[in-house]
C-alpha cells in the first residue's frame, strides 16, 4: 500500500502531496524536508529506490519534476514505479507534455487525476481512458457550473424549463 505520494521541484518546493496513512502535521513537513533533502543530493546514475525509516521510497525524475511515493517494506517498488509511471502518462495526455506550470496552475486536475487512480493507498483503476473520460466529465460538470445559461438553455430546449 502507498504510504503517501509527493511531487516537487528540482529546487526542492512541493508541488502536490497525498497522504495515505494518519500522521500530524509536525511529522509530514520533517518526512517532507528529509525526503525531499535526501534524494535530491541523490545522484542522477543511482537506484531510484531508497529505505526509509519503516518505509521503501520510490521515485523517478520527470523533466524538473520528481515523483516520489513511499510504500510498505512488503510491496513491490516496480509496480510503485509504475503507478508513477502511469500517473504521468495521465497528466501528459491531459495537459499535452505536462511540465511544473501545468501542476501550479491546474492542481486540482493533478489531484483529481490522481484520486481517480488511487485510492486509500491503493491503485484502483488501471485504464487511462477510464480516467480520462471521468476527468473529462468532471470537466463539462465545471464548465456548467460556471455557464448556468447553458445549462438553463438546454433546458428550455426540452420544455423542462
Not at 531508497?50 to 510504500?71: I, N
Not at 487511462?128 to 438546454?154: C, F, G, H, T, Y
Request: aromatic share 10%; net charge neutral.
Amino acid at each position: 500500500m502507498i504510504q503517501y505520494m509527493l511531487l516537487f521541484s528540482r529546487q526542492g518546493k512541493v508541488r502536490l502531496q497525498k497522504w495515505y496513512s494518519p500522521l500530524s502535521l509536525k511529522e509530514k513537513k520533517k518526512i517532507m524536508r528529509e525526503l525531499i533533502a535526501t534524494i535530491l543530493t541523490r545522484k542522477s546514475k543511482m537506484c531510484n529506490f531508497l529505505e526509509y525509516r519503516e518505509t521503501k521510497v520510490v521515485y523517478k525524475r520527470y523533466a524538473s519534476l520528481y515523483f516520489c511515493c513511499a510504500v510498505e517494506t512488503s510491496d513491490n517498488e516496480l509496480l510503485s514505479l509504475e503507478v508513477i509511471h502511469r500517473y504521468v502518462e495521465l497528466l501528459d495526455k491531459y495537459f499535452g507534455s505536462v511540465c511544473e506550470l501545468d501542476i501550479i496552475f491546474n492542481f486540482e486536475k493533478a489531484y483529481f487525476m490522481l484520486d481517480e487512480l488511487l485510492i486509500g493507498g491503493e491503485i484502483c483503476e488501471t485504464s487511462k481512458k477510464s480516467v480520462l473520460k471521468a476527468i473529462a466529465a468532471q470537466d463539462m460538470l465545471q464548465e456548467e457550473s460556471e455557464n448556468p445559461r447553458a445549462s438553463m438553455s438546454l433546458l428550455e430546449e426540452m420544455g423542462l424549463a
